[in-house]
């Protein structure tokens, strides 16, 4: 028997996705910035896959996609919700996971799943930077750091600060008077993923918590922010490597079965 | 090379005036309030109930500062009119604590109730307030009483602050964003985020799509007239309407809203931006009444 060559495709508000899989077994991972093009975005994305997997589109057996742009992909057998993605991707990476909390540009959600690895439950928030990865993007542009360093920041903060404003927009306004009131930049840093993990959190409750938890999506790879929701949730979230291809990583699980 | 200067297209009018037809010598009662409020301070002086000077200006990091500039500057080319003068002061806004020359603070709500029903009329039953970082619907009665009120101030959407962030982007004055947003051939869809963040990421993409930046602004306004008339829903409204704050100045959200409700809003006879003030120096009066009797 051949094994079959799957992609899972995820067009996501900031980035798209791709993640190509030879049986169970991820050959290729591609990302892009999603453009104006959604259609171009894609194409980028799946270029860079398959170079790293070594083959040709008309290689691969079936395409599934995700996100909220999964209407605009070409090439896609069939779509499915980014709920039902991450829950399958979740569930492949490691069975345990009762909760997926999946936080990317402009979209935060919590998962839950149940012991037969279905998503029975979920809450979103798409309305609202607050609860996003834009809202940490927009305080480390109000202290001129990249993401990245804003976000170590927070490890060697001493203080924790409460936050006022929960608009991102208020609260560039709030970081500004912190940053002119000589705060170290440290617990302004802390305060701003505090901010963002209690409304996660809060969020995520409404579903409820239970372990495992996995942490997926493009801010998973902020180490302020893993640090502030495990503080918060008073347990050690599981951090995937490559934390936000797994919707794309589910939508190529869902293509293998299919094709089976 | 001289370093250009960044443009500050945020940056609104200041003003001051003082009625010409007014006396403050003959005056019995000389009230005065002051409404620090998160993006712009004013003081208003009345004689007798009647305006007689008022200063709006921008507020700065220290609200017992802005308080004090808003008011001096009140006082300036006022006949000889000084801080001494005064009989009662009440403070109102987001810094009403810090005012210090207020006698009193009372909340904003019942000095913009009492405002509006001053500066439109006795006829006014719905006041909508868009400020800085707030956004107010405000029901009240013949007398300026508040019967009932809902508020957003979780969020920019609805509030100066987003138009703001909006100018910026788009490099357009603020004095002038809502006059633009009218010269559009066809209006557009409103921008279907709700959170300025996001809009402004729409608007952005909407831009490279080749929307000439009128279009870009119609959209948004119309949004933001879409938001606000969600809160006055569901505190309901009831003729005759009014507009007061900064936003009031904005006609291609005024008109917006006008639209949606099928109802115009009373013209307004003041700065719009006064109401707050305008009320606190009400109540002054009132109180200086009561404690003199």
């Known amino acids: ?260 | 090379m001289a370093e250009e200067e960044k443009k500050e297209y945020w940056r609104w009018l200041e003003s001051r005036w003082t009625s010409p037809d007014i006396d403050w010598k003959k005056g019995k009662v000389i009230s005065a309030g002051v409404d620090v409020g998160s993006v712009s301070t004013q003081a208003v002086i009345m004689v007798d109930g009647q305006l007689y000077a008022f200063a709006n200006m921008r507020t700065g990091s220290d609200s017992p500062n802005s308080a004090q500039n808003a008011f001096n500057r009140a006082l300036e080319d006022t006949n000889g009119l000084t801080e001494k003068d005064v009989h009662y002061c009440v403070g109102t806004g987001y810094g009403r604590v810090n005012v210090p020359m207020a006698q009193k603070a009372i909340t904003e709500i019942a000095c913009h109730a009492r405002g509006a029903n001053f500066m439109y009329g006795p006829t006014v039953r719905t006041v909508l307030d868009m400020g800085g970082q707030d956004c107010k619907a405000i029901r009240i009665d013949e007398k300026g009483k508040v019967e009932s009120f809902l508020m957003n101030d979780k969020c920019a959407a609805g509030t100066g602050r987003g138009m703001e962030v909006f100018s910026d982007l788009l490099t357009i004055s603020i004095n002038d964003v809502g006059q633009m947003s009218m010269e559009v051939e066809e209006e557009p869809e409103p921008v279907s985020s709700t959170c300025v963040i996001f809009a402004k990421t729409e608007a952005t993409g909407l831009l490279r799509a080749g929307w000439p930046k009128n279009k870009v602004l119609a959209a948004y306004c119309r949004a933001m007239a879409g938001r606000v008339n969600e809160l006055l829903q569901r505190v309901g409204v009831v003729k005759d309407f009014a507009i007061t704050g900064g936003i009031a100045k904005n006609i291609g959200v005024v008109s917006r809203v006008e639209k949606l409700l099928d109802m115009k809003a009373l013209p307004p006879k003041y700065d719009t931006q006064l109401a707050g003030a305008v009320g606190a120096a009400l109540f002054a009066k009132g109180l200086y009444e009561k404690i003199k009797k």
């Open chain 1, 1 to 260: 028997m051949i094994t079959a060559i799957t992609a899972g495709i995820d067009l996501g508000a900031k980035t798209v996705k791709v993640v190509i899989l030879k049986g169970k077994e991820v050959i290729g991972r591609g990302i892009a910035t999603t453009g104006l093009d959604q259609k171009k975005s894609a194409e980028k994305a799946f270029d860079a896959a398959l170079k790293e997997a070594k083959i040709d589109l008309k290689d691969l057996d079936r395409v599934v996609a995700t996100g909220v742009g999964r209407t605009e992909a070409p090439n896609a057998n069939s779509q499915i919700t980014e709920v039902g993605a991450d829950a399958k991707g979740a569930i492949f990476l490691n069975p345990a996971i009762r909760t997926v909390i999946d936080i990317g540009g402009e979209e935060g959600r919590g998962i839950k799943i149940s012991p037969e690895g279905r998503a029975v439950d979920f809450a979103i928030n798409e309305k609202c930077a607050a609860g996003a990865g834009a809202f940490t993007e927009a305080m480390a542009r109000a202290l001129e750091r990249p993401l990245k360093e804003f976000a170590e920041l927070a490890l060697k903060s001493t203080k924790s600060i409460p936050m006022n404003a929960q608009c991102a927009v208020f609260a560039e306004s709030e970081v500004v008077s912190l940053i002119h009131a000589k705060t170290p930049h440290e617990d302004i840093s802390r305060a701003v993923h505090d901010s963002i993990a209690d409304r996660i959190i809060s969020m995520v409750r409404r579903v409820g918590i239970e372990k495992e938890v996995l942490l997926i999506g493009g801010v998973a790879h902020n180490v302020g922010f893993v640090n502030s929701l495990n503080i918060g949730l008073k347990l050690e979230v599981i951090v995937p490597e490559y934390p936000e291809f797994i919707g794309a990583l589910g939508a190529a699980l869902v293509a293998a079965e299919q094709q089976e």
